[in-house]
């Protein structure tokens, strides 16, 4: 009998679902970064274990909305835990016990679906802490950067994937494609090289595609919101935009397994995050 699910990473903003979730693929899909709120659409990471194929999606933070990017982030958290089927709901160890998911979204009505408690960042907490006593059933602590407790996490989740046939071949590892991954990126290379708030105004849309060529060949607009914001995108002489490109094609290369030409330009999308018709336009709201 084989078991398959979609299991949803859920919680606040930078309790580490974007790490975990690339700790169990074992491999490099959503983006990290020690800035908050950097994950705005859900990443769906593909494991097939044995007899056992868990959908694993990397949801938005569960955030109180500033502005219509935040509304749109939030909406996709949401739906994310009401179509799940299981719910890991992470909460970082050192900040033990977890207020309930419910109150932490805030939900109308309980999820449908059953809630695991992930603990996380354990190898931030000293093993003699009285945080390591036993912990209640349905609850694992677990590190993404060390490993620990991630095949506890598997076991438990495993238990609890409902029995039916795999839904995606057992050699796949995703179910969005390259061009998604591919903007994402970009967006993660401006959240490591750009300062402050400057990487919440970016945007990455992909131009064009070519898989088949060689080196693949991806042209992207990268969108600010304002023209200040694109002089300091560029950098002078073109430096910071150069950096960017040459970060943002390492990690595609990575995953692609293959030479890439990525080729980046700048521009002015005003407000695009406070703008319904420009959310949807980007892909943030369907």
């Not at 970064?33 to 056992?52: C, E, F, I, N």
């Not at 970016?202 to 693949?216: K, L, S, T």
């Amino acid at each position: 009998m084989t078991r398959c699910g979609t299991v949803v990473l859920a919680g606040r903003p930078n309790v580490g679902k974007s790490s975990l979730l690339n700790a169990l693929i074992g491999e490099h899909l959503a983006i990290v970064s020690p800035k908050p709120q950097s994950t705005r659409l859900p990443v769906v990471g593909l494991l097939t274990q044995d007899d056992a194929q868990f959908i694993f999606t990397d949801s938005p933070g569960l955030l109180e909305p500033e502005y219509q990017l935040h509304v749109a982030m939030r909406a996709a958290a949401l739906r994310a835990i009401a179509d799940a089927e299981v719910i890991a709901y992470l909460h970082p160890l050192s900040e033990f016990p977890a207020p309930p998911l419910a109150e932490v979204a805030p939900l109308e009505r309980a999820p449908r679906a059953l809630i695991v408690t992930v603990y996380t960042k354990a190898d931030l907490v000293a093993p003699s802490t009285d945080l390591y006593r036993p912990l209640p059933t349905s609850t694992v602590a677990v590190s993404a950067v060390t490993g620990q407790g991630l095949d506890g996490l598997l076991s438990t989740l495993r238990a609890a994937l409902p029995a039916g046939p795999f839904h995606y071949d057992p050699a796949e590892m995703a179910t969005q494609p390259m061009r998604f991954f591919a903007a994402e990126f970009i967006r993660e290379a401006a959240f490591e090289l750009l300062h402050e708030e400057l990487p919440y105004s970016v945007a990455v849309e992909i131009d064009e595609f070519r898989e088949g060529a060689e080196p693949v060949y991806i042209r992207a607009v990268v969108y600010v919101e304002r023209a200040s914001q694109k002089g300091i995108v560029i950098g002078e002489g073109g430096r910071t935009i150069k950096a960017l490109g040459q970060a943002a094609r390492a990690k595609v290369e990575a995953l692609l397994g293959a030479r890439v030409f990525l080729e980046l330009h700048v521009k002015v999308l005003p407000k695009w995050r406070r703008r319904d018709a420009s959310l949807k336009r980007l892909g943030y709201v369907p």
